[in-house]
């Protein structure tokens, strides 16, 4: 059985591979925390599970959501989206 490989997906359709280099359990409402807007409701103190993935550069990227598809990677604010391959 072969393994299976990890990329991200960016701006104008770049991949890059990556790999899991650490998973914590965070509240929701720190992973949806965006700059200039409250998150709030039932449930928004669940926790998740949250991903930090790194390139083969050793760049790190941040999951941003709850289902851990987009990920960000530091200093910049464009999304990337997790493809399992």
Do not use: H
Request: glycine residues 10%; proline residues 5%; charged residues 30%.
């Amino acid at each position: 059985m072969k393994s299976m490989k990890l990329y991200l997906e960016g701006p104008g359709r770049e991949r890059r591979a990556v790999k899991v280099i650490s998973t914590e359990q965070r509240s929701l409402r720190t992973v949806l925390d965006v700059p200039g807007r409250r998150a709030s409701g039932p449930g928004m103190e669940r926790m998740v599970e949250v991903n930090t993935l790194m390139d083969e550069k050793g760049n790190l990227a941040q999951q941003i959501d709850c289902e851990g598809f987009r990920y960000r990677f530091k200093g910049s604010q464009l999304p990337w989206s997790l493809i399992v391959g």
